[in-house]
């Protein structure tokens, strides 16, 4: 850039895209897929079909988007601990369920999350966990991404000092095709504040993680 040339003031950057379904549109995909593949729309099992695919993908599996981390994780409340600043002690879950869909090959993924937090300004119920994972499983997103997501909209929301996200996850593009490995998980894990330093939180979580079985 010449010295002579002002400054351009940048824009700030386009918030990330999201998803907001066009379900007509999305029927005559699945029609133009179905009819692409040579396949007779109105063979009686088929009949129906595009509906219902555009129906799942819009309800189940990109619900995601239309979600905040903060909508998910609800009203926080705080603990008489945590709230003096003394709580250096973890909260986690194990084993939550969920199901994703994979950017790659638009095939499923279903596996358990394991989310771990050290309180912080608030806490989050149980079962708004299970909610805060969804809201990025039911996107199109890479295990490793699911992961890091969920553990910074953790330490961001709930001002935690430290967050953990662990999947492990049977991926059907590398059970199905491909490699074809039937028996294959894959594992991601993302950690956030404290919990990055490989210290005795870590350790902690880890041993209750391997306790779990
Ligand atoms: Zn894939």
Redesign the pocket.
């Known amino acids: 850039m010449s010295p002579s040339k002002p400054r351009s003031r940048r824009a700030p950057p386009p918030p990330p895209p999201v998803s907001v379904p066009d379900p007509i549109a999305m029927t005559r995909a699945v029609e133009d897929f179905l009819r692409a593949a040579g396949l007779p729309l109105d063979d009686e099992n088929l009949r129906g079909t595009p509906q219902r695919v555009m129906d799942a993908w819009c309800r189940e599996f990109l619900d995601g988007y239309a979600v905040t981390p903060e909508e998910a994780l609800g009203g926080t409340f705080t603990s008489s601990s945590s709230s003096r600043g003394e709580s250096r002690e973890l909260v986690v879950v194990t084993d939550l369920r969920f199901h994703s869909m994979?950017?790659?090959?638009?095939?499923p993924?279903a596996g358990v999350a394991h989310v771990a937090y050290v309180p912080g300004k608030g806490m989050a119920g149980f079962g708004r966990l299970s909610a805060l994972v969804d809201v990025f499983a039911h996107r199109l997103i890479l295990q490793e991404d699911l992961a890091r997501e969920v553990a910074s909209a953790l330490a961001r929301v709930l001002g935690s000092p430290g967050t953990a996200c662990i999947i492990e996850a049977e991926?059907?593009?590398?059970r199905l095709r491909g490699a074809r490995q039937h028996q294959a998980i894959t594992h991601a894990e993302a950690y956030e504040g404290e919990l990055r330093k490989d210290g005795a939180l870590r350790r902690e979580l880890w041993a209750r993680l391997g306790a779990r079985r």
């Open positions: 994979c950017p790659h090959h638009l095939l993924v991926q059907s593009c590398l």
